[in-house]
């Protein structure tokens, strides 16, 4: 979804557009999904915190200050319904790879990353999304967020709290641990490649192997019964406090 798209979408649903709000959730819904299923290892789990997320958004929405900043706003309250269902709940279900120092790092756009082989080749791209997964969450955030859902770095910034120099040093950081990776997982499964032109394309790996698996963890019929179920939710929300404006299918 273009920003332009998702920044009128916002603005329209802060002044009490109902069918504004409900398009922006039908936009945003598995990119939410995704990051709270990244942080928490389970889908059902996920569905109940997203439409915890979903109904703050939609009580919420008429105080975001500023539509520009929606994704960030979005991804904060991401991260504080992750974060309250952690203090219930800590077992996760991928193992972590061990952060490394903290260092200053450089992130560019459109430079070289991965090659195209990790999108072609099951077992690579199986390993690339477990590899993500499997990140400290500070970096797999950033990665989501940045390949998946496609914010920019003073996105990433502002929904994690933290400055851009840090959210470019997460970035850095979590490329050069899947490069690593997957470095290694190449060399055990005896793959090679010497085509030097796959290898210098732009890379676009990350976001086609998450889109890829997300569908495979979210499929179509499900995200459908997952939409009745908030939709009717924000329903019971607006008729028991009075919030909804506009009859929108609710």
């Known amino acids: 979804m273009a920003k332009e798209k998702t920044v009128k979408l916002a603005a329209l649903a802060k002044g009490g557009d109902t069918c ?16 709270v299923y990244s942080k928490v290892g389970n889908s059902e789990d996920a569905e109940d915190i997203t439409q915890e997320v979903i109904l703050s958004m939609y009580k919420y929405i008429g105080k975001l200050r500023e539509p520009e900043y929606v994704n960030a706003w979005i991804y904060r309250i991401v991260n504080d319904k992750v974060n309250k269902h952690l203090r219930k709940h800590t077992k996760i279900r991928y193992e972590r790879i061990e952060e490394a ?16 082989q990790y999108v072609e080749s099951k077992e690579l791209s199986d390993e690339l999304f477990d590899v993500v997964m499997s990140l400290p969450e500070k970096r797999r955030d950033a990665i989501i967020w940045y390949y998946y859902e496609g914010l920019s770095v003073k996105e990433i910034a502002e929904a994690a709290d933290i400055s851009i120099k840090t959210a470019t040093s997460n970035l850095s950081r979590a490329r050069s641990m899947i490069r690593d990776r997957m ?18 394309r732009r890379d676009t790996a990350i ?44």
């Open 20 to 35: 504004a709000f409900e398009e922006l959730i039908r936009e945003k819904q598995k990119g939410i999904l995704f990051s």
């Open 101 to 116: 120092t903290e260092e200053e790092g450089t992130f560019e756009d459109n430079v070289d990353f991965l090659p195209e």
């Open 207 to 250: 976001g086609r192997v998450m889109t890829d698996h997300v569908n495979v963890i979210f499929p179509r019929d499900r995200v459908k019964v997952f939409e009745c179920a908030w939709i009717g939710a924000l329903g019971r929300e607006a008729a028991d406090n009075g919030l909804l404006k506009n009859n929108c299918k609710l």
């Open 183 to 200: 470095v290694k997982a190449e060399k055990k499964a005896k793959r090679e490649s010497n085509d030097k032109e796959e290898s210098s």
